[in-house]
């Protein structure tokens, strides 16, 4: 399993509307894709100073999958334009992180190396 992750920030002012866009347009156009491999996508938000901090955790069961989303320059941000307009910046480049092992509530393991 692949975690692809980057971060954008923005002010106050766009924070609700840049949400809004990636939950109601961006993320529903990526799942409406069918990339194959592609697991879903996490949003989380947190005041960092006087921006607001952005980060998507997308997962996908390979790179091969992650490569059908964006292309052979597999860690190049996937950012529209319309998101572009709120974001006062953001990575260029995304991260990707190959799951190594995740531990359920009852301690027990879910993932395999």
Partial sequence: MIRRMWRGWTTPENADAYEELLRTTVFPEIA?????????????????????????????????????????????AHVPERARRLLRRFDERSRHYELREALGEDGGSSAKR
Avoid: N
């Avoid at 409406?32 to 100073?49: M, N, Q, S, T, V």
């Avoid at 006087?50 to 790179?63: G, K, Q």
């Fill in 32 to 76: 409406a894709r069918k990339i194959p491999g592609y697991r879903g996508i996490e949003l989380w938000r947190r005041e960092d100073g006087d921006e607001i901090a952005f980060v998507t955790v997308m997962r996908f069961d390979s790179l091969e999958a992650v490569k059908a989303f964006v292309g052979d320059d597999y860690e190049r």
